[in-house]
């Protein structure tokens, strides 16, 4: 049966209007221009190590190691006098942005984040890194293809689950790009980004994980990040050992972020400004690199002799210090990067010298040092993304070997377990935020209360009385108030204070003093307040915090011309019901309006 040309632009209208299909198409875009975004990135680093050491990025510790020691020291150093010149001139903020920027904006902006920001913290980061700085490339990667996803989504005028979803995409094909791990990469971005699993978000971020991957494995072709030796479980009964594994992980990974964590501090208190703190930064590191040349750069060279178990046990203890005391200065005092590939390594490093322990005690039941390092890489990492799913899976993709991820499960649970516990926060990136002021410990949900305004819940018929009211008046009024407060209004429209019974007390019920009192003599004054640009969230702290189930909003608080009030039932169910429907977004349920078709 034929089909006539109204019913063909009918259903392609139809399709096109689909959120699945509009999604799918830009999964596809996303992966092709942050895979193409990453190679190129990765390219730069290569042409920036050339630059400041004369080597390439996989080579870059050998060949550090044969240039002169004040070449090593003093490379770091001029790389951070750029850096900090670039971020001051071109990074709006002018500091380094990455991952915990992510999670706070799909959190508290609506997916918005800045593109520009996106392009400068990436070149940053490349110039970071080219210079030797011990830091990551994956977290600025991410970065940027969250960054062209929401902008993207801002231009498409998406609502608040697609833009996540977007985000979602850009940061899966990031991090499948970065470490040609595609499964990694979608679960990824779910566990770190979407926060969630449902099947509107999954199907668009593996399209886009996929498409990125297969853009890098054309540039670079289809070899993993790290040179895995063959490796296979020697026994079951090493099960104890990898969970032991996993305690001195989580030690590790907390070590690693309390590293970084300080030297923001450290940079803090200093007098030295902004600009030239990674100069600073580079210097310490450059000294650090002259007897320890695998720390620098994102540490690849480093995690592959762990995996190898080619170090010795002193230059294990040495590198481990030296890394995380880099990482930590480089993160700290503004060098561009992220802590992905520097927990990777820490963790091979932490884990080759552990099983080098358990292969001396238990030579016959020993897997080998080189896996003890691969369950160490996972179980650090893990720790410090709090990203569990997605860095056993890259585990997975890099060894295929089902008996070794087991072990890496067993490692990342019980690191993860206590790092949580003993950080209070699920990841690096949460404790980065609750020290900016943002806690998200109640769940990404947290964010909608700070999304919505008391503007869009206020009530504009409040209880009102003029200063001059008799207190008769007042005690007649306040009769048929359902919440027993009165707002007393000023004679130009502002808020002069409150009446509530307890405020009248005895002496405003006697009769004698209708006439003499009025409500300007019996209004407590200065009460609590909410402006109309507060959030949902500012209003629960407040009213909470004073034990009140409801607030006047005023225009702004320098004004205080009273609008209206806001109770808190009102507050509760708004949050409800935009929970309900993002919830209903996410599985597909809701439609979220799509203008541009």
């Known amino acids: 049966m034929d089909v006539k040309p109204p019913q063909i632009l009918f259903r392609i209208r139809n399709l096109i209007s689909n959120d699945q299909f509009v999604l799918g198409v830009l999964a596809v875009g996303v992966g092709l221009v942050v895979g193409g975004g990453v190679v190129g990135f990765r390219l730069l680093i290569d042409a920036f190590h050339l630059l400041f050491y004369g080597g390439a990025e996989a080579d870059l510790a050998s060949t550090a190691a044969a240039l002169p020691w004040w070449h090593v020291a003093l490379a770091p150093a001029l790389g951070g006098l750029l850096v900090g010149l670039w971020y001051r001139?071109?990074?709006?903020?002018?500091?380094?942005?990455?991952?915990?920027?992510?999670?706070?904006?799909?959190?508290?902006?609506?997916?918005?984040?800045?593109?520009?920001?996106?392009?400068?913290?990436?070149?940053?980061?490349?110039?970071?890194?080219?210079?030797?700085?011990?830091?990551g490339r994956e977290g600025p990667a991410v970065h940027f293809g969250a960054t062209l996803a929401a902008w993207l989504a801002e231009k498409l005028h998406f609502g608040r689950?697609?833009?996540?979803?977007?985000?979602?995409?850009?940061?899966?094909?990031?991090?499948?790009?970065?470490?040609?791990?595609?499964?990694?990469?979608?679960?990824?971005?779910?566990?770190v980004v979407v926060g969630h699993y449902a099947m509107s978000a999954f199907a668009p971020v593996v399209v886009a994980s996929v498409t990125?991957?297969?853009?890098?494995?054309?540039?670079?072709?289809?070899?993993?990040?790290?040179?895995?030796?063959?490796?296979?479980?020697?026994?079951?009964l090493e099960f104890p050992a990898f969970a032991g594994l996993g305690i001195v992980a989580a030690l590790a990974a907390l070590v690693f972020m309390r590293a970084v964590f300080a030297g923001e501090d450290l940079a803090a208190r200093s007098r030295i400004p902004r600009t030239f703190r990674p100069m600073a930064a580079g210097l310490v590191i450059g000294l650090l690199a002259i007897p320890f040349p695998l720390i620098l750069g994102v540490g690849y060279e480093a995690t592959d002799h762990a995996l190898n178990a080619t170090l010795p046990a002193l230059m294990l203890v040495g590198l481990v210090i030296a890394k995380t005391l880099g990482t930590g200065i480089a993160l700290g005092f503004g060098f561009g990067g992220g802590v992905f590939s520097p927990s990777l390594t820490v963790g091979a490093l932490v884990g080759v010298a552990f099983g080098g322990l358990?292969?001396?005690?238990?030579?016959?039941?020993?897997?080998?040092?080189?896996?003890?390092?691969?369950?160490?890489?996972?179980?650090?990492?893990?720790?410090?993304?709090?990203?569990?799913?997605?860095?056993?899976?890259?585990?997975?993709?890099?060894?295929?070997?089902?008996?070794?991820?087991?072990?890496?499960?067993?490692?990342?649970?019980?690191?993860?377990?206590?790092?949580?516990?003993?950080?209070?926060?699920?990841?690096?990136?949460?404790?980065?935020?609750?020290?900016?002021?943002?806690?998200?410990?109640?769940?990404?949900?947290?964010?909608l209360l700070r999304l919505i305004r008391v503007a869009d819940v206020v009530q504009t018929e409040a209880p009102t009385v003029p200063m001059g009211c008799s207190l008769r008046m007042v005690r007649e009024k306040l009769a048929g108030v359902p919440f027993g407060e009165l707002f007393v209004i000023a004679n130009d429209g502002t808020l002069f204070g409150t009446i509530t019974l307890a405020d009248l007390q005895e002496a405003g019920f006697d009769p004698e003093l209708d006439l003499l009192v009025n409500a300007a003599d019996?209004?407590?004054?200065?009460?609590?307040?909410?402006?109309?640009?507060?959030?949902?969230?500012?209003?629960?702290?407040?009213?909470?915090?004073?034990?009140?189930?409801?607030?006047?909003?005023?225009?702004?608080?320098?004004?205080?011309?009273?609008?209206?009030?806001v109770h808190e039932t009102e507050v509760l169910l708004e949050y409800n019901r935009q929970l309900l429907r993002v919830r209903a977004e996410e599985r597909g349920e809701g439609r979220d309006d799509v203008t541009p078709f």
């Open 358 to 447: 358990a292969t001396a005690a238990l030579p016959d039941l020993s897997s080998g040092a080189g896996a003890y390092a691969l369950v160490g890489m996972g179980a650090v990492a893990a720790s410090v993304l709090g990203a569990p799913i997605s860095t056993v899976l890259i585990v997975f993709e890099m060894t295929h070997d089902t008996a070794l991820t087991v072990a890496v499960m067993v490692a990342v649970v019980m690191a993860t377990t206590i790092t949580q516990q003993v950080a209070r926060a699920p990841s690096f990136f949460h404790w980065q935020l609750e020290r900016r002021g943002l806690n998200l410990k109640g769940g990404r949900d947290v964010g």
């Open 161 to 191: 689950s697609l833009s996540r979803t977007l985000l979602g995409c850009g940061a899966a094909a990031a991090v499948a790009a970065s470490f040609n791990a595609p499964i990694a990469g979608a679960l990824f971005a779910h566990e």
């Open 89 to 135: 001139y071109f990074m709006p903020g002018g500091k380094p942005q990455g991952i915990a920027n992510i999670i706070e904006a799909t959190a508290t902006r609506g997916s918005r984040l800045d593109i520009r920001a996106g392009f400068a913290a990436l070149l940053g980061s490349a110039l970071s890194i080219g210079a030797g700085a011990p830091v």
């Open 522 to 565: 019996v209004a407590r004054r200065h009460p609590p307040v909410l402006a109309m640009g507060d959030t949902l969230e500012v209003a629960l702290k407040r009213m909470m915090a004073l034990g009140e189930e409801h607030l006047a909003v005023v225009e702004h608080e320098d004004t205080m011309k009273l609008v209206g009030c």
């Open 212 to 236: 990125a991957t297969v853009i890098s494995r054309a540039v670079f072709g289809d070899f993993p990040a790290f040179t895995v030796p063959e490796m296979a479980l020697q026994s079951v």
